[in-house]
């Protein structure tokens, strides 16, 4: 069973550069915490800050990802768009555009046409995509299965009705600390929390299974994102609602997840087939292709323009080509294991 359900177009040539000047209103907003030495910290804006982080990264991994991006769970309609209106309150974006560019990341793991591929420094991968331009359009035809929905179409179009909807309300429980503490410094540690899973799970952690990317358990980030730091977990498997696979693997929007199935407001949880959790373990001797590749990859930018480079690039190409093989293997195998 294939990852991602649906086809994204390819994308013309690679283009890295920051935009800082139409970036500079997402750039501030990381400096906004600053003014809690101007507003203060009250004990009410501070719980307000907690509730709306825990709550807003649960609208984020569980519905954002694991659910538009995954479809690893069944919600009905309207369940379905409070989960992208929590989401949206995050500032991420709308749920479409947000879902659409992570099937891409998942179709085309560390190559040139990944959105956030660490192969392009770190803060390309931690927030440098998001600074540039090649990515401001929402991809609809690479999301069709919930682009036919009009009110999700019209949240991903207007995402800032949540995040201002949502401010204004901190404002009016807790005045400016509220405002700047609950709101504000919230927001901006779960951003970089989020995007700590494409930048620092993709860097520093530990690799159970050998995928063709350079993906990585990080349990500081799985804490941080309510269980999105399983990250090689979730790249062997990305149709799983579980990504901590193993019982010290605490996974809380898997948690959260099955209390809601216990409400029957999420159905269908899909779990890793047993076939899965043995399957290309590293330990057991299968070839790590993906860290193979990606260190060639490396190498081959830093002698381009060299002959070396062009050896080196052949030999990537058809390193890709066999780590894409044994995923789609893999794939295969588990869905028959499903069947």
């Known amino acids: ?87 949206a309150s995050a500032v991420q974006k709308g749920p479409l555009w947000w879902a659409a560019n992570h099937r891409a990341h998942h179709r085309y793991t ?15 991968s931690h927030m440098g995509w998001i600074v540039s331009d090649r990515f401001d359009a929402t991809d609809y035809d690479a999301i069709p299965d919930f682009a036919k929905y009009p009110e999700l179409v019209w949240l991903n179009k207007r995402d800032w009705v949540a995040p201002w909807a949502l401010g204004a309300l901190c404002f009016l429980i807790a005045g400016w600390s509220g405002l700047v503490v609950g709101f504000f410094c919230s927001t901006v540690a779960l951003w970089h929390a989020t995007f700590a899973v494409n930048s620092v799970a993709h860097l520093w952690g530990r690799r159970h299974f050998a995928t063709g990317d350079t993906s990585r358990n990080n349990p500081i980030v799985a804490l941080l994102t309510l269980g999105e730091g399983w990250h090689n977990n979730h790249h062997h498997y990305p149709r799983s609602v579980r990504q901590g696979f193993r019982w ?31 399957a290309s373990r590293i330990r057991d001797g299968h070839p790590d292709l993906g860290m193979l590749r990606y260190r060639l990859g490396r190498a081959a930018r830093k002698l381009r323009g060299t002959r070396a480079s062009e050896e080196l690039t052949m030999l990537l190409e058809n390193t890709a080509q066999q780590a894409a093989a044994i995923a789609r293997r893999g794939r295969v195998t588990a869905a028959v294991d499903e069947a």
């Open 1 to 87: 069973m294939s990852d991602v359900e649906v086809t994204t177009p390819q994308v013309g040539a690679p283009d890295h550069r920051m935009r800082w000047a139409q970036a500079a209103p997402f750039l501030l907003v990381n400096f906004t915490p600053l003014l809690v030495f101007l507003t203060g910290v009250t004990t009410k804006a501070l719980i307000l800050g907690i509730v709306l982080y825990v709550a807003r990264a649960f609208g984020i991994t569980a519905g954002y990802h694991r659910y538009f991006a995954h479809r690893t769970y069944k919600m009905s309609r309207v369940p379905q768009f409070l989960m992208a209106l929590l989401g």
């Open 248 to 278: 010290y693997e605490i996974d809380i929007s898997y948690g959260l997840l099955r209390v809601l199935s216990w409400l029957r407001v999420a159905k269908d949880l899909q779990q890793p087939p047993a076939a899965a959790l043995t």
């Open 110 to 124: 560390d190559t040139e046409r990944d959105p956030h591929s660490p192969a392009h420094g770190f803060f390309w």
